[in-house]
């Protein structure tokens, strides 16, 4: 495995469903991050994490919750989503935080 | 509110031409510029970074900054159809904001055979 793995491809989940997003690096990076990719919108960082301690949080509604539990994995956490929460969920890492990145193949979550 | 601006596009060059994409940035503290490419239905993907003014030059690939006039322009030489795609500008923000990376909206580019 190389390069930023995420899992699933796609997803389709009910406004009272819980899942998960995985994202798992093999590139050595410290930094990793969510982003959220809507039409007609630039990228959105949700969240930073670097040497997997939270540094950012771009005011993302709770029913969003990031875990880390190392440099290499990162999950995105959902739980009662919204119809305009449907987009494509990219994890990213990098050397250093805002350094270049390495874009997973994300996943394009849709909310029913 | 800092800003990276893009022209949406689409734009379209014939094969072997050179596609000139640009971007504009408020924040005049910016350090780093980026460029990513997104195929449709692909995720980003980095082509050039670059952190001085002047040129750079990789491959097919140029990357322009003037940080006076707060611009940097992507130039793609001999272009091919498999250059067809969303070109993201991305900008650092200064250290105020926490060197955030600012996106654009992207410039859709279609290189015609």
């Known amino acids: 495995e190389t390069g930023v793995t995420q899992t699933p491809r796609h997803l389709v989940m009910g406004m009272t469903n819980k899942k998960s997003l995985k994202c798992e690096q093999h590139l050595g990076h410290n930094a990793m991050y969510w982003y959220k990719q809507s039409a007609k919108k630039p990228l959105e960082l949700m969240f930073v994490y670097n040497f997997k301690e939270q540094t950012e949080n771009n005011s993302v509604p709770s029913r969003f919750s990031p875990e880390c539990p190392n440099s290499s994995h990162l999950f995105l956490h959902l739980h009662t989503l919204q119809p305009e929460d449907s987009a494509l969920y990219l994890c990213a890492s990098s050397q250093a935080p805002n350094d270049g990145y390495t874009f997973g193949s994300g996943t394009r979550l849709t909310v029913v | 509110q800092k800003e990276v601006e893009q022209n949406s596009g689409p734009l379209s060059v014939p094969e072997g031409a050179i596609a000139s994409l640009n971007c504009t940035y408020s924040?005049?503290?910016?350090?780093?510029f980026f460029w990513y490419r997104q195929y449709s239905g692909k995720s980003p993907e980095l082509i050039m970074f670059?952190?001085s003014n002047g040129d750079k030059e990789d491959g097919r690939f140029t990357a322009q900054l003037n940080k006076a006039s707060q611009y940097v322009s992507l130039l793609i030489r001999d272009s091919q159809p498999s250059d067809s795609a969303t070109y993201l500008c991305?900008?650092?923000?200064?250290?105020?904001?926490?060197?955030?990376?600012?996106w654009g909206l992207g410039t859709s580019l279609a290189v015609n055979p």
């Open positions: 924040d005049r503290g910016s350090q780093s």
């Open positions: 991305a900008v650092t923000g200064d250290a105020g904001n926490n060197r955030k990376l600012i």
């Open positions: 670059i952190y």
